[in-house]
């Protein structure tokens, strides 16, 4: 008898920054003098340290949107200690060089639905590092989707869910987050397969919070709503300052191309667009 493979249904996103492989690609050798020393740290310093900077910074919106919320005080100690039990979701995270995953197994839950939870914290998470990384002038692009894998080694998933998120990365080709089909459509079958009881309703208001961080682009494409009012409705988790910095850069990306490299002026141009139809939410100015 073979050994016991056990396959199921796991969300996937991938995020792989912008740019950084050029700035690598300087380091060609071991240093060999002081000079080449401090240029091989330099690179790294500016390389590596995004990197751990940018898997911090996802943790901390991750958290900001789970932290818990004077709702708790309205519950029974019953309640609370469901609603608490509920929130104890499961993430995992694997970083390869410029490239991060985070991965959640759609049947591995404490209660019934509750991984939709960790969908949404991970796409809540998502977006606020999308705003922090293009206020920080190093943005990434990425993708979302649910399909079936395997787990062949400790929190590493295997199969066509990771095909599919690899895909869907390479044709964001820009700064922005794709979102799959398949997360659409699981949290639609999801949404039909709700018990009517308590975990029903909060898995069905969870579903909803996720859609609302979902939006389409000019392509009609789905992508992450970074901006948009599901991000802007959690008081304080998002900093304005950083929406302003991220909408500067944007600008100033699109006027840097605009004569020198026609593709990547079109695809700051969308971005500069999409940017601007969210300004109002955030009582911001658009720059002419």
Known sequence: MGKTINVGYYFVAFIDIVGQRDRLKQWVKLPSNEGENENVARILRDTS??????RVKFDEYFEAVAKPTDLLEHLTPEQRAWAEQRKKTILWRRG????????????????????????????????GLFIWALAKKRPFRGALEVGLGTEISKEEVYGPVNVRVFELEKGAKHPRIIVGTGLLNYLDDL???????????????TIQKCRNLITTDHT???ILDPMGKGVKSISGAVDLRMVKLAYEFVVRQEELYVHSDEKLYEYYSHLRKYCE???????LDSIH
């Open 49 to 54: 340290e995004y990197v751990r900077e940018l």
């Open 96 to 127: 390869f060089s410029d490239s991060y995953f985070m991965t959640i197994p759609c049947w591995n839950e404490p209660s019934w639905g509750a991984h939709s939870l960790a969908i949404y914290y991970c796409l809540f998470g998502i977006c």
């Open 191 to 205: 949404e039909k397969r709700c018990p009517d009881n308590l975990e029903g309703k909060h898995t069905k208001d």
């Open 220 to 222: 009609d494409t789905p």
């Open 277 to 283: 139809s969210r300004l109002a939410l955030w009582n």
